[in-house]
Nanobody
């Protein structure tokens, strides 16, 4: 059974930092595409960034490029999202997700992050940034 469990959310002031963690179990993510998404109240869920675990290639949404970094610790089955220079617009529920098909390189190379390409989701962790 695939399980993704996020942690690390909280409340910070603008300009601050947070690191989100995602513990992955029951899924061979070492050869798969993993992603971070977020959903603000009243808005659609959007992709933040993704990583192809084998090799560590990452891509990011323009809105977070240069501020957010995705990393991994395969020995611990952990995925991370380091968020720096946070802005009130970053306030959202953040979700860790795994590709629907393990080993699907295309999930990480498609021009945009599509919700339907990710078949496994965590429960989310709330990030609130105050001005």
């Amino acid at each position: 059974q695939v399980q993704l469990v996020e942690s690390g959310g909280g409340s910070v002031q603008a300009g601050g930092s947070l690191r989100l963690s995602c513990l992955v179990s029951g899924y061979t993510y070492s050869r798969s595409c993993m992603g971070w998404f977020r959903q603000a109240p009243g808005k659609e869920r959007e992709g933040v960034g993704r990583i192809f675990a084998l090799g560590g290639t990452t891509t990011y949404a323009d809105s977070v490029k240069g501020r957010f970094t995705i990393s991994q610790d395969s020995a611990k089955n952990m995925l991370y999202l380091q968020m720096n220079s946070l802005e009130p617009e970053d306030t959202a529920m953040y979700y860790c997700a795994a590709a629907r098909y393990a080993g699907a390189w295309s999930t990480c190379t498609a021009p945009t992050m599509k919700l339907t390409d990710f078949g496994y989701w965590g429960q989310g962790t709330q990030v609130t940034v105050s001005s």
